[in-house]
């Protein structure tokens, strides 16, 4: 496919005459042409607070020195790249910045997968943003996964406040999960390793309607705001309260050549606004939690909440997936254990009371 942006500066603004009444030289502002994408729809939140918020502060940095400005090109929703295709589609340069869904590329980027392999932790979307890009920022190997797939990582995203389990069937703990299948993505599948006879059907944010409509699945983990965004309810009345914990899956990146060919204030204004749109989103997550939930029982669903004693239960019938992924970090000579037990202890400093302890179990 041939590539949209023309990937280096194509013009520089007219922004006065060389002299000015003073005498002085007037300053040319360079223009910059960024294509950004993501393979999700407009209408999800952190595409559209993207659009909304990302590119607005960047636009309204840059204009502070009058020195860059950025000719955007939006390209969403299948325009360019599907929703797995977004990390291929920078390494590549078919967009040059954009947001990957981390939870599809557990191969490629092991060291994301951190909070999603520590379930039943911390419900919190700011927490755990922060604590995700603190872990990135003190352990290099984080950045080494990006620089392979030829981009830099500039800040992670967490869209949900937590994982619930929707069900096109009445579900009042965990004993109601048994023997049904249940659509996820990535590694939250494997928390229905601990529950008799539930198997897990792969699926995406754009796929759960569909699967849960014809009854491939009996049941899907997602985000309240999601459900209501994607409208869950329709096909699946029925939420299982289980604060399964809040999960990085979306990491702002930009194309490593483009990077390479920005201007040290841009890259700077990249950098600061990433992290400010981090935030932003996770606030939101938080503030659309509530209301999605009550969106929810509105448009006719039933939310149940599952006792603590039955999350207890849940987290320990499972296997130590957390272990698991920090001895595979290990043997593939990334400081896997280390990384848990700082993340663990990060979300303690915040706060939080795991259901188990995973990082307990280390060697």
């Known amino acids: 496919m041939k590539h949209l942006n023309r990937r280096q500066v194509l013009a520089v603004g007219a922004a006065g005459a060389a002299v000015g009444l003073t005498g002085l030289p007037v300053h040319a502002q360079q223009t910059l042409n960024l294509v950004a994408i993501d393979g999700y729809p407009a209408r999800a939140?952190?595409?559209?607070?993207?659009?909304?918020?990302f590119i607005p502060r960047m636009n309204e940095a840059l204009a502070a020195t009058g020195n860059y400005e950025i000719n955007?090109?939006?390209?969403?929703?299948?325009?360019?790249?599907?929703p797995r295709g977004v990390l291929e589609g920078i390494?590549?340069?078919?967009?040059?910045?954009?947001?990957?869904?981390?939870?599809?590329?557990?191969?490629?980027?092991?060291?994301?997968?951190?909070?999603?392999?520590?379930?039943?932790?911390?419900?919190?979307?700011?927490?755990?943003?922060?604590?995700?890009?603190?872990?990135?920022?003190?352990f290099p190997s984080t950045m080494e996964e990006y620089n392979a797939e030829n981009q830099v990582y500039l800040a992670t995203g967490v869209v949900l406040d937590t994982?619930?389990?929707?069900?096109?069937?009445?579900?009042?703990?965990?004993?109601?999960?048994?023997g049904r299948r249940v659509a996820g993505a990535g590694v939250n599948l494997r928390y229905l390793e601990g529950i008799e006879g539930a198997a897990g059907v792969r699926g995406g944010l754009t796929d759960f309607y569909g699967l849960l409509q014809n009854g491939t699945v009996d049941a899907a983990m997602l985000w309240p705001e999601a459900a209501n965004t994607f409208n869950i309810v329709e096909v699946a009345p029925y939420m299982l309260r289980a604060d399964l914990g809040a999960v990085n899956s979306k990491t702002v990146t930009v194309n490593k050549d483009i990077w390479d060919s920005l201007p040290e204030e841009v890259r700077v204004v990249l950098r600061d606004v990433a992290v400010e749109y981090?935030?932003?989103i996770a606030s939101l997550a938080m503030d659309r939690a509530a209301e999605s939930r009550e969106a929810f029982t509105t448009a006719g669903g039933t939310i149940v909440d599952l006792a603590q004693?039955?999350?207890?239960?849940?987290?320990?019938?499972?296997?130590?997936?957390?272990?698991?992924?920090?001895?595979?970090?290990?043997?593939a000579g990334k400081p896997g254990s280390e990384m848990l037990r700082a993340y663990m202890q990060k979300l303690r400093d915040a706060g939080q009371t795991p259901a188990r302890d995973w990082a307990a179990e280390l060697a």
């Open 45 to 53: 939140m952190w595409v559209q607070e993207f659009s909304n918020f």
């Open 163 to 178: 994982y619930q389990v929707l069900s096109r069937n009445a579900i009042n703990g965990v004993s109601d999960l048994e």
């Open 278 to 280: 981090r935030d932003h």
């Open 309 to 331: 004693e039955e999350r207890v239960a849940w987290a320990n019938a499972m296997p130590n997936i957390a272990v698991e992924w920090a001895q595979a970090l290990d043997a």
């Open 72 to 82: 955007w090109q939006e390209a969403y929703g299948g325009q360019i790249v599907r």
């Open 91 to 138: 390494k590549l340069g078919l967009g040059d910045i954009g947001i990957v869904t981390t939870i599809f590329h557990n191969s490629a980027l092991p060291s994301q997968a951190i909070a999603g392999v520590t379930p039943f932790v911390c419900a919190d979307a700011r927490i755990v943003a922060r604590a995700v890009d603190e872990i990135a920022t003190e």
